[in-house]
């Protein structure tokens, strides 16, 4: 009973401490994530879309992946660039990285997961965003739904 007692202590005590030292990163990681959606709409207005299929793929997925955000935030933001006229390959690139990259959250990823698997997971995300976003408009066009 007493060495259950004692590692439960140990671990509670290492948790705290791994806590403590992550707090920061995390702190960081959402203040420059407010900052990254707070200048995100006026970038769209100055035209930051409407270079073709592929180049606007890149750049809503490259946007997505810095401005991380909850996933039903996507939908709403998804809903309003369709709606401004932007390309739906680039508002799916852009809705898929959101959620499945982090480049904001990359420090505190690699702190907690390691350097190497945070780089690679986030890099195989952002190809994979946007295959699978062409593969989506294509599916839709297809079936005659985009």
Not at 69 to 79: C, D, I, K, M, V
Request: proline share 3%; net charge neutral.
């Amino acid at each position: 009973m007493q060495l259950d007692q004692e590692h439960l202590k140990h671990g509670l005590t290492k948790t705290f401490h791994s806590f403590v030292n992550v707090l920061p990163i995390i702190i960081g990681m959402l203040l420059l994530t407010s900052l990254a959606v707070t200048l995100f709409p006026k970038q769209i207005a100055g035209g930051l879309f409407g270079h073709g299929a592929l180049l606007d793929s890149l750049i809503g997925a490259g946007i997505g992946s810095i401005a991380v955000g909850h996933p039903l935030a996507s939908y709403l933001l998804g809903g309003e660039l369709l709606a401004s006229g932007v390309d739906l390959v680039a508002v799916t690139a852009l809705m898929i990285t959101w959620v499945t990259v982090g480049s904001v959250q990359l420090p505190a990823e690699a702190m907690l997961l390691g350097t190497r698997f945070a780089i690679v997971r986030n890099l195989i995300n952002f190809v994979f965003a946007i295959a699978v976003a062409f593969c989506t408009v294509y599916t839709l066009t297809l079936l005659g739904m985009a």
